[in-house]
């Protein structure tokens, strides 16, 4: 698979706390991983675990602390004004609550031309148009329902579909989106999801789709990648990732998605033993606190990574079975 964006031993630290008792906390510690070329691949995992600030690295929002991101084979912050602009036009995001995408006191419409104007994409009103049409058309929206009107004045799925599709006035390579769904009707999530499938087939558009819903993350995505308080724990293809999990953290994440009994909840079987910050400064593995199946030496030194049937998993369980270790 041709690689789109390449991740290299990046690494976040943030200071947090007051002048008097400031701590430092790794949100992201030591991630490589790669997005290939119409690929969809999930960034999943508990809220805090690291999966918005690897997207504002991604974008450029945030610098890292160590390490690298490769956009076609280039690091992302050594590029020059034009590269840079170049670079945004390619990689475009949405964001989790349409409706704080867009202004209420000012019609929808007026960002698409804004952003068309911007970037130099069209020459006049008319070219303007038929592009926009063009993008609404791809996400099933008629430009007629479209024009002229407020935030206010469609759904929460209407709203993300034009989300989206202005997303794509650029004609971007890529697609970053940050739990797009959360915020939309239960009944209108799947045919969002379904949505991102239709445009890497259609335009060959990578996504890095971030969400902590495993349903939709089997249903989307080509392979996925699982983190827990800052670590990537799990990464391979979706079906194995997710149908036969290998690490402790992502086979509770597996067994708390909802089935046929509703009572079944995540505090039914995942528990929070620590406060956060202790789970980020643990010098062994982060979940072993939580872990059913920790050992002594979980919690004396973190753990490599193996190679186990296609899937790299960051786990002392298959240190001593027939996995290559990375």
């Not at 390579?173 to 209108?188: F, N």
């Not at 086979?251 to 789970?279: G, H, M, N, Q, Y």
């Amino acid at each position: 698979m041709q690689k789109l964006i390449e991740i290299k031993n990046l690494t976040k630290i943030f200071s947090i706390g007051s002048i008097f008792s400031r701590i430092k906390i790794t949100a992201i510690d030591n991630v490589s991983f790669d997005i290939g070329r119409s690929e969809i691949l999930t960034l999943a995992g508990e809220s805090g675990c690291g999966k918005t600030t690897m997207a504002k690295i991604i974008l450029g929002f945030e610098e890292p602390t160590f390490g690298v991101v490769n956009y076609k084979g280039k690091p992302i912050n050594r590029r020059n004004r034009q590269e840079k602009m170049n670079f945004l036009k390619e990689i475009q995001a949405v964001f989790q609550n349409p409706f704080s995408t867009f202004n209420p006191l000012r019609k929808v419409d007026s960002y698409f031309y804004e952003t068309l104007h911007n970037f130099g994409i069209t020459q006049n009103r008319r070219e303007a148009d038929r592009l926009i049409q063009e993008k609404l058309n791809a996400v099933g929206v008629h430009f007629d329902e479209f024009i002229e009107r407020y935030p206010s004045e469609f759904s929460g799925g209407q709203l993300q579909r034009i989300s989206i599709a202005r997303s794509l006035l650029t004609n971007p390579s890529m697609l970053i989106a940050d739990e797009p769904v959360s915020m939309v009707d239960a009944s209108l999530r799947m045919s969002i999801v379904n949505l991102f499938k239709e445009l890497r087939d259609k335009f060959g558009l990578s996504v890095l789709y971030i969400t902590h819903d495993l349903t939709t993350a089997y249903y989307v995505s080509d392979r996925v990648a699982i983190m827990f308080r800052g670590n990537l724990i799990e990464f391979g293809p979706a079906e194995k990732v997710l149908l036969n999990p290998k690490h402790p953290y992502t086979k509770l994440l597996r067994e708390s998605v909802p089935e046929a009994d509703p009572k079944r909840r995540w505090t039914d079987k995942v528990k929070i033993t620590e406060f956060e910050e202790e789970e980020y400064k643990k010098i062994g593995c982060r979940f072993a606190a939580r872990c059913p199946q920790a050992m002594k030496v979980c919690h004396d030194q973190p753990p490599s990574y193996y190679q186990v049937d296609q899937v790299i998993v960051k786990c002392f369980l298959y240190s001593q079975e027939r996995s290559e270790s990375i």
